[in-house]
Structure formats: structure tokens, C-alpha cells
């Protein structure tokens, strides 16, 4: 499931247990179907959160990066 501040599940009336649709913007283009789990009280404002290998699972695919953090000695 999702995890969705609170902002976003006012704007859109979610609750906990709720269903949402999400589609798919690549590939085939699915709609996928996912349980609202949580809603938090998030610092940063609007923010929608799932867990990476829920998230991977969903969307049918391997274990990717989304981020790379390099530590670079500017002396090389």
C-alpha cells in the first residue's frame, strides 16, 4: 500500500483502507490498484510514499536505483 500526507489525502477525501488507482505513465500504460495504509503528518507538505520493493513489485519490475550518492577526492 501508500503512504499519503495528510494534505494530499484532504485534497483527494482518502482514508486509511481506501483504494486508489494509479496509472502507469510508461510501457503499457496499466492502472494499477493500491491500499491506502497510512496517512501522516508530513513536514514537508504533499508527499505520496511506498516502500521501494512494494513499489518495484508493482510496477513489474527488478530491484532499480532512483539515486546515486558519489563521495568524490577531488585530489584524483
Avoid at 503499457?28 to 512494494?54: N, P, Y
Amino acid at each position: 500500500g501508500i503512504m499519503l500526507s495528510r494534505q494530499i489525502a484532504s485534497q483527494l477525501d482518502l482514508h486509511v483502507g481506501d483504494t486508489v488507482s494509479i496509472d502507469v505513465l510508461e510501457g503499457a500504460r496499466a492502472v494499477r490498484e493500491l491500499i491506502v495504509r497510512r496517512i501522516s503528518d508530513d513536514i514537508l507538505g504533499s508527499s505520496v510514499t511506498m516502500d521501494r520493493s512494494a513499489l518495484n513489485h508493482v510496477m513489474r519490475e527488478g530491484p532499480v536505483a532512483n539515486v546515486a550518492a558519489l563521495r568524490i577526492d577531488p585530489a584524483q
